[in-house]
């Protein structure tokens, strides 16, 4: 997952490659899985719980809204050039379910 986010945002920055579907929701359906494996390898690291640990569907659950809303309502409502997309919703949805599919 890290590996194909580097990769388009290397493609779109440095290269000036643009695939527009990709450019428009590659972000937010990585964002999840990315975000929420690095919860769960600080806390099997850091926490010490060992790999079997996986995260509840509470925090996953909480974690998904928590970052969805303050991606897409604060930073549209807070910052120049970003802007409300609710189809964005269904991407952070999306990666959430198949981080755990993979968890």
Known sequence: MFFIFVL???LEKIFDFHFQLADNFLDPLLAM???LGLVLAQKRYFLRLGNE???SLFEITVIAIAF?????YGLSNWAEGFYFDPIDFGCYFL???FFLWRQ
């Open 33 to 35: 899985p990315i975000l």
């Open 68 to 72: 969805a809303f303050l991606f897409e």
């Open 8 to 10: 388009h945002q290397v």
């Open 95 to 97: 990666g959430t379910i």
């Open 53 to 55: 640990h996986r995260l």
